[in-house]
């Protein structure tokens, strides 16, 4: 007989690992890391296939908290988004004083 994994136990939430952020149970990987690869047209098996580390199960697992909690990873997403132009600007402006 094959062991049973309760679905919910596929993702968790540790304050101490990036932020409390939603993320894969015993990964450092978060819903969000997962939804913007997919969003990128990269599907459940690519992730899979792309981050050996992670199960299929993981990822839909992953996906499905995207789904079901779309604003709060969208939310995620656009905060990444916001940190990423905030330090390529950063760098652009060191760049252009030298």
Do not use: C
Not at 23 to 43: D, E, N, P, Q
Not at 74 to 98: G, M, P, V, Y
């Amino acid at each position: 007989m094959a062991s049973v994994t309760e679905i919910g136990t596929l993702i968790d939430r540790d304050p101490k690992i990036r932020s409390g952020r939603p993320k894969i149970a015993g990964t450092g990987l978060t819903v969000s890391r997962i939804a913007g690869w997919y969003k990128t047209g990269m599907t459940p098996e690519d992730i899979a296939l792309e981050y050996p580390h992670l199960t299929l199960a993981q990822v839909h697992a992953a996906l499905a908290y995207y789904h079901v909690n779309r604003d709060e990873i969208e939310a995620d997403l656009a905060q990444e988004d916001s940190a990423f132009i905030e330090l390529e600007h950063q760098f652009e402006t060191k760049a252009t004083r030298r």
